[in-house]
C-alpha cells in the first residue's frame, strides 16, 4: 500500500537550492566564528602546557626531597 502524502503549498515550498543557501550561510558563520576564538583557544592551551609542567617539576621536587637518602661516611 503506498501512502499518500498532501503536496505542500506552493508558496512555502523549500527547495534543495534553499537548503544549500542556509547550510553555506551557517557553515559561514561558524569558519568566522572559529577564526576569531583560535588566538584564544591556542593561547589557553599554551597556559595549560605551561602549568602542567610547572606543576610537575614541582611535585618531583618535593618527591625527592621525601625520599631523599641520607648517607653517613665515617673513618674508621
Known sequence: MARRSRPAPREGQVTPADIRAKLAEIDGSVQTTAKAAAPV???AGAGAVLLLLVLAYLLGR???KKRR???EIRRI
Do not use: E, H, N, Y
Request: aromatic share 0%.
Open 62 to 64: 618535593r618527591g625527592g
Open 41 to 43: 583557544g591556542i593561547a
Open 69 to 71: 637518602t641520607v648517607v
